[in-house]
């Protein structure tokens, strides 16, 4: 039975090889030999390629799902010539933040490809900081979901409200951590493998070297030249960043820093041979891997790490509530820089005015803010109150934009105001008043003491590593982050309680 089950399974992936070759364009095609000889070469010679194990880190994008379907076509193709092939494990970057549409692409393209039931072939995701095996239909953890939900908060309120804030380079400090995990995963890797392009490596690397420099993380081994360094640094700075995001004093281990020196971990990269620049949208590959396009991340190439219907819903959100004027116009700044955004990256001119074409009506309008606010209630728990809450930021400098946000949004709860104070004080105070408190903010009572403490972060600590992270976007480009302005707002400010 083993044999003829065997034999059954060689069939199958002759099979997915052949409607594999047939997907890929002409220039996909040429450079395969070129990527199966890379990889031969990387693992020491085609006698041991056999076993040799890569990890390749899936963030949901287009890209992602195009290098990976090369990868495969390279370990069908060694293995039909030879007597074993290279193994892959593919890490999964997961978060609540991620749209239903993305996960299915990445569901259907390992579907296409035949990897669940492939031994040679390992999918991982990460939750609640444990590594589990890749399920599409597992839903995030409770408290993966409040982890997530806690830190997009915090984030916002600790950065004075700016309606970009929470989705920016942090999410490159979660990869890290997946990746991390995933290369000491039942008995290591290889190699890492990467397609990112060359102006976005570089990025990425010029990001983290100043980043690990300004924490004192660097590696005695440069992170360019070894992948374990790379992500325990990063993955260091993140247990950094969470310390800063919580208020919690920084423990004296500096992690990555010591004389030990492991064996270097190669990166392997592929995307000169994977992405054919002549079709960046091939949709005959697309089809074949059952990729739609995904309209929550038209200004976004990282599916995994930011959500742009979300950046848009709160940028409407910010010009309604603290910009006084309206929705519309806090959408509309935000749909001009996803114009810009989406023209660096080449995006078809068809493709771009029917994506921004479907913000442009009234009803259209209301219909993605509706998608939106649904959006952000299922993935984080969070309503349409909790996040203008967000962006006033009222907690922090002692309460400062308390009375502000109470005359604002909340006028029946200005009788309440002294009590507030008290409870944020850690005093008595009436257990309804402490509840909205809670409910309003999305946050328990301890984080908002914890807040009511805290100066915003850009005011008090310009060039600590929240600052940092708030001026990058997904991308790690940097953003132009403008201070609210709060001159509109005549209210006085409130006494000291």
């Not at 933040?97 to 990445?106: D, K, P, Q």
């Not at 300004?214 to 700075?237: F, V, Y």
């Not at 064996?263 to 697309?286: G, K, Q, S, T």
Request: with cysteine; charged share 20%; aromatic share 8%.
């Amino acid at each position: 039975m083993s044999s003829i089950h065997d034999q059954a399974m060689q069939y199958i992936y002759q099979q997915v090889l052949a409607r594999l070759l047939e997907h890929l364009s002409q220039a996909q095609r040429a450079s395969l030999q070129l990527l199966i000889q890379r990889l031969i070469v990387a693992a020491g010679g085609a006698e041991r390629i056999n076993g040799f194990r890569l990890m390749f880190a899936h963030d949901g994008s287009q890209n992602a799902s195009h290098a990976l379907a090369c990868l495969r076509a390279a370990q069908l193709s060694i293995a039909a010539r030879s007597p074993g092939t290279f193994e892959l494990r593919i890490a999964v970057v997961r978060q609540a933040g991620m749209s239903a549409t993305a996960l299915n692409n990445i569901e259907q393209g390992f579907s296409a490809l035949f990897l669940h039931d492939d031994p040679r072939v390992e999918l991982l995701m990460l939750d609640d900081q444990q590594l589990l095996p890749f399920d599409r239909r597992q839903a995030i953890s409770q408290s993966q979901q409040l982890a997530e939900r806690h830190e997009l908060l915090l984030f916002g309120h600790l950065l004075a409200g700016g309606p970009r804030v929470g989705f920016g380079s942090h999410g490159t400090l979660r990869l890290a951590e997946l990746c991390r995990q995933a290369i000491g995963w039942r008995g290591g890797v290889d190699a890492i493998i990467t397609a990112q392009p060359l102006p976005e490596r570089r990025r990425l690397l010029a990001w983290s070297r100043r980043a690990l420099r300004e924490e004192d993380l660097l590696c005695i081994r440069p992170i360019h030249s070894c992948a374990t360094s790379l992500c325990e640094g990063m993955s260091e700075l993140r247990q950094r960043y969470l310390q800063q995001l919580y208020g919690q004093a920084r423990p004296m281990a500096t992690g990555p820093n010591g004389d030990y020196c492991a064996p270097a971990m190669r990166f392997i990269i592929i995307d000169d041979l994977v992405h054919d620049p002549d079709l960046p949208y091939d949709e005959r590959l697309n089809r074949f891997l059952g990729c739609r396009f995904d309209e929550q991340y038209f200004a976004c190439a990282q599916a995994g790490t930011a959500n742009p219907l979300l950046l848009a819903h709160l940028s409407g959100l910010h010009g309604q509530f603290i910009e006084d004027s309206d929705y519309r116009e806090g959408v509309d700044a935000y749909l001009r820089q996803a114009r810009q955004r989406m023209q660096r990256k080449g995006l078809p001119r068809t493709l771009q005015v029917r994506l921004l074409g479907r913000w442009q009506h009234a009803e259209q309008l209301q219909q993605r803010r509706s998608q939106a606010s649904d959006f952000a209630l299922q993935a984080y728990g969070l309503s349409e109150a909790q996040l203008v809450c967000q962006l006033f930021a009222p907690f922090v400098s002692r309460g400062l934009r308390l009375e502000v946000f109470l005359r604002r949004c909340h006028p029946g709860m200005l009788v309440a105001l002294p009590y507030l104070h008290k409870a944020l004080q850690r005093l008595p105070a009436p257990e309804p008043v402490v509840q909205w408190m809670v409910d309003i903010s999305g946050l328990d009572l301890p984080l908002l003491q914890m807040l009511y403490l805290r100066e915003p972060e850009s005011w008090a600590r310009p060039r600590s590593l929240l600052a940092r992270i708030q001026g990058r976007g997904a991308d790690l480009r940097h953003l132009r982050v403008q201070p609210p302005s709060w001159a509109w707002l005549k209210a006085e400010q409130p006494g000291r309680y």
